[in-house]
Nanobody, 124 residues
Framework: QVQLVESGGGLVQAGGSLRLSCAASGRSFSSYYMGWFRQAPGKEREFVAGIRWSSIATAYADSVKGRFTISRDSAKNTVYLQMNRLKPEDTAVYYC?????????????????WGQGTQVFVSS
C-alpha cells in the first residue's frame, strides 16, 4: 500500500522560506511521477511542481517558477519542495501526490495516490 506523508508546513512571513517533505513508502517509485499540489480556501486544487523520479526532470506552475524547487532523495524515498520568497498568495494546504506513470501531467485527477496535506500560511 502506497503511503505519502507530508511535513514541514507552518507559519512564515512574506519573503521567508519553508521546505516541505513527502515521505513515500509502500513500493518502488522509480517509474512514478511525483507532484506537489496546493489548495487555498474556496479554490480548486492546483498543480505546483512535479518531478520524474527516474530522471529528475522537473516542471513548475508559472506562479512559482524561480521561487520553488522540487527535488527527491532516492535513498530516503522522499520528495522535497523548497519554497523561497514566499508570498501571502502561497497560503494553502500543500499535498504530495504520486502517479504510476512517469509522464508529466498537471491535472489532479491523473494522480493515483495522495498525502493528507500540510498547511502553509504566509503572513503579509
Amino acid at each position: 500500500q502506497v503511503q505519502l506523508v507530508e511535513s514541514g508546513g507552518g507559519l512564515v512571513q512574506a519573503g521567508g522560506s519553508l521546505r516541505l517533505s513527502c515521505a513515500a513508502s509502500g513500493r518502488s517509485f522509480s517509474s512514478y511521477y511525483m507532484g506537489w499540489f496546493r489548495q487555498a480556501p474556496g479554490k480548486e486544487r492546483e498543480f505546483v511542481a512535479g518531478i520524474r523520479w527516474s530522471s529528475i526532470a522537473t516542471a513548475y506552475a508559472d506562479s512559482v517558477k524561480g521561487r520553488f524547487t522540487i527535488s527527491r532523495d532516492s535513498a530516503k524515498n522522499t520528495v522535497y519542495l523548497q519554497m523561497n520568497r514566499l508570498k501571502p498568495e502561497d497560503t494553502a494546504v500543500y499535498y504530495c501526490a504520486a502517479r504510476t506513470s512517469p509522464t508529466l501531467v498537471r491535472q489532479r485527477n491523473e494522480y493515483d495516490y495522495w498525502g493528507q496535506g500540510t498547511q502553509v500560511f504566509v503572513s503579509s
